[in-house]
């Protein structure tokens, strides 16, 4: 059974950092992503990651402030967030997709979703 099992989510002072982490079950997977969804808002994407890490994405919002990285030995991807600003709050979501897509922005080009977890910042 696959499972995507997020941590790492919380309250933090804008400036602050905060590192998320999505633990995979199941099976390994081609690509894997973290997408975003602030209250009345759709669904965003925020960052994408290849299997081997070699390409990455972000969105232009995030880009210099968040890090994708994944460890396929743990089958783990995690998000490092810096410089946090309020409008980053948010349910933070980990996506993985079985194979490469184009569309790494979308989130119907990912397979399976993680339960989310809540980032708060603070101004």
């Known amino acids: 059974q696959v499972q995507l099992v997020e941590s790492g989510g919380g309250l933090v002072q804008a400036g602050g950092s905060l590192r998320l982490s999505c633990a995979a079950s199941?099976?390994?997977?081609?690509?894997m992503g973290w997408f975003r969804q602030a209250l009345g808002k759709a669904r965003e994407f925020v960052a994408f990651?290849?299997?081997?890490?070699?390409?990455?994405y972000y969105a232009e919002s995030v880009k210099g402030r968040f890090t994708i990285s994944r460890d396929n030995a743990k089958n783990t991807v995690y998000l490092q967030m810096n410089s946090l600003k309020p409008e980053d709050t948010a349910v933070y979501y980990c996506?993985?997709?079985?194979?490469?897509?184009?569309?790494?922005?979308?989130?119907?080009?990912?397979?399976?979703w993680g339960q989310g977890t809540q980032v708060t910042v603070s101004s």
């Open positions: 990651i290849n299997y081997n890490g070699g390409t990455t």
């Open positions: 199941g099976r390994t997977f081609s690509t």
């Open positions: 996506s993985a997709g079985k194979r490469p897509t184009s569309g790494y922005y979308l989130p119907e080009a990912y397979d399976y």
